[in-house]
């Protein structure tokens, strides 16, 4: 029955892979997506158990120990005030994950329902929201976020308000270019002349296929804003003292560089860190979910 | 037969950069029950624009400058294009399907999802009972496995089974009308024969009506009672399938059937193409707009405008000054 075996080889199916196995496959292909990935899940695991891991409080300290140089008690030393760096390093973890999460996911509401509205609706409704967020997109984030933070003052809530407003135009932008790509599709003209409505068509259809261009985006610009966080705390409109901001530390220990630079290098590392591995993950999503790269292993 | 639907006088335009184009010119057709009609031009002659005008599915630039579509008497040009009662329409009463099976259906839902979505939008089922009807609509298309394969994506089936998943989507919901605009012209030959008898198969058991929009003639000449024959956004003959076939009498329709490779020649008969190109649509001539091409072109054509459709034998209807009834095949 050897012939047999060999004609039912033929009748069975290949196996089937299904699409995530193909995206994890591509995603871990490459070691340093896993690397960027170890780095946000330690940066996610510190901002949850900050109270657990922090060995002092990130915000009360002793002025007798003001400016201790690094000891087994405080392994990244104390600063002017008294209070532990590495506990603030670890409290601002926090700070850096709820900024950039909190822009993230009101600047990519608003964004991409605003580009998507603006792609499929067309005429004087896209005129409308591209040109506003075409002036937008002509200051600089950094500025535009400065002058928002001045306007509404400091604070973690207005730093993301600031922050959102001006990532804002990038999402409408990518979603907008989308959403006129996607709708000349002929499953578009099908699924309208099924009866389905403006809105069921942009939510069923368009959205759907436009998120694995807008997850990277996301991605990469989450690392983007942990950075304009940190500039902005740097710059002293961002989050206030006391509570613990990695670019405020940088800020507060520049005036100790010589002396005590552990003050201003670790959480510069941090920042470093954090962004590096979005960056790296950003780039392993797109790699995995970008159709034109599909198929190649 | 009752009549189903009747477009009259339809005019479609572009507006582009370069000038108004006139897609559809003044069309006027009409379908009874459980009838199966064809609709007949070259690339660009207005065919599938009519078509989707009949929807209301013209994007801009595009617009529907006049005509009546009646569905059941009703003038559906008269409800606002994306309105509920169009919405109504499209899918559950006229359904249509596409000329490329590749891109129309969504790459990144599953099949489930797309066939019930009308399912549950239209006959208001819940998901339980749209799985149960899609699984059945699918095996009702000839797709073999359907509750296996209904939970895969469209990259998982070939082009003809894609086409087979779009006709059972437009026949979902039991529609008066198909509309099925080149349906096959994506296909090889012997998927274009299969999906064109599963249709007329199913068209007949649905009692549905059919219309069938393609440049092939071929295609029209075993399925349709009546065919239409349209060129530069005009209807330039119409009539019963045996009078087009048997005894064409517009110069055009001549033309067509001249192109058309027969097994029943004698060998080395040379097939004669109709030389020149289609006129531009934004520049269209006061007069006939074949005159150019036309072998039978007569003095009148060049001073007379563009004849109205005019009775040559009963039913049988062409719009042409020339005599062309000595014609033999």
């Known amino acids: ?297 | 037969m009752a009549e189903l639907l009747k477009v009259n006088d339809l005019v479609t335009q572009f507006k582009t950069e370069s000038g108004v184009v006139k897609a559809v010119d003044g069309v006027s057709y009409y379908l009874n029950e459980q009838e199966i009609i064809g609709l007949v031009g070259e690339s660009g002659c207005g065919k599938s624009v009519s078509q989707l005008s009949v929807m209301q599915l013209i994007r801009p630039p595009g617009k529907i400058i006049g005509g009546e579509v009646l569905f059941h008497g009703q003038d559906l040009l008269k409800y606002p294009a994306n309105g509920p009662e169009m919405r109504a329409v499209r899918g559950a009463k006229i359904a249509m399907i596409f000329q490329e099976p590749m891109t129309s259906l969504n790459p990144v839902l599953t099949i489930r999802q797309q066939l019930t979505e009308m399912l549950v939008l239209h006959m208001k089922m819940n998901e339980e009972d749209a799985r149960a009807r899609a699984i059945e609509l699918m095996g009702l298309v000839g797709i073999p496995a359907a509750e296996r394969r209904i939970e895969g994506y469209p990259h998982h089936f070939s082009g003809g089974m894609r086409q087979r998943v779009m006709i059972a989507m437009a026949l979902s919901c039991n529609p008066h009308i198909l509309i099925a605009d080149e349906p096959t012209t994506a296909l090889d030959a012997t998927t274009q024969a299969q999906l064109l008898e599963l249709m007329k198969d199913l068209v007949q058991r649905l009692k549905t009506s059919l219309v069938i929009v393609t440049h092939n003639l071929g295609v029209v000449a075993r399925y349709a009672q009546r065919i239409y024959i349209m060129y530069a956004g005009r209807i330039v003959e119409s009539g019963t399938t045996k009078d087009i076939f048997q005894r064409p009498r517009h110069p055009y329709t001549i033309g067509l059937l001249k192109c058309i490779p027969r097994l029943d020649e004698e060998e080395g008969t040379k097939l004669v193409p109709i030389v020149g190109l289609p006129p531009n649509l934004i520049n269209m001539p006061a007069t006939c707009a074949f005159l150019p091409r036309c072998s039978w072109k007569i003095d009148k054509c060049f001073k007379e405008p563009w004849p109205e459709l005019t009775p040559v034998n009963g039913n049988h209807f062409i719009r042409c000054y020339a005599d062309t009834s000595e014609y033999k095949k």
Request: aromatic letters at 8%.
């Open chain 1, 1 to 297: 029955m050897a012939k047999q075996a060999i004609i039912n080889e033929f009748r069975e199916a290949p196996p089937r892979v299904s699409e995530w196995q193909r995206f994890f496959r591509v995603f871990f292909q490459r070691k340093i997506v896993l690397f960027g990935l170890i780095i946000l899940a330690l940066l996610v695991l510190t901002a949850i158990f900050a109270p657990l891991l922090a060995p002092f409080s990130p915000v009360r300290g002793d002025m007798a120990e003001s400016l201790q140089q690094p000891s087994w008690k405080h392994w990244l030393g104390t600063d002017i005030q008294g209070r532990d760096s590495l506990s603030r390093l670890i409290y601002g973890s926090r700070t850096a994950l709820a900024v950039g999460f909190g822009s993230v996911i009101l600047a990519g509401v608003i964004g991409v329902g605003l580009g998507m509205l603006a792609g499929y609706a067309g005429g004087i409704t896209n005129m409308i929201i591209m040109r506003i967020m075409d002036a937008l997109m002509g200051f600089p984030m950094i500025l535009l976020a400065l002058v928002i933070s001045a306007i509404l003052g400091s604070g973690l809530l207005n730093v993301i308000i600031a922050l959102s407003v001006a990532t804002l135009p990038g999402y409408a932008r990518v979603m907008h270019g989308l959403t006129l790509t996607i709708r000349e599709n002929d499953y578009i003209l099908a699924e309208r002349g099924m009866g389905a409505s403006n809105i069921r068509v942009m939510f069923m259809h368009i959205l759907p296929n436009s998120l694995p261009s807008m997850i990277v985006l996301i991605t990469i610009q989450l690392g983007a804003l942990i950075l304009a966080e940190a500039t902005l705390s740097f710059l002293g409109v961002g989050i206030q003292p006391p509570d613990a901001a990695w670019g405020a530390m940088v800020a507060d220990g520049r005036r100790y560089l010589l002396t005590h630079p552990w003050l201003s290098i670790s959480p510069g590392i941090a920042i470093m860190l954090v962004v590096f591995g979005f960056n790296l993950v950003g780039d392993g999503l797109r790699d995995a979910l970008d159709p034109r790269l599909r198929g190649i292993l």
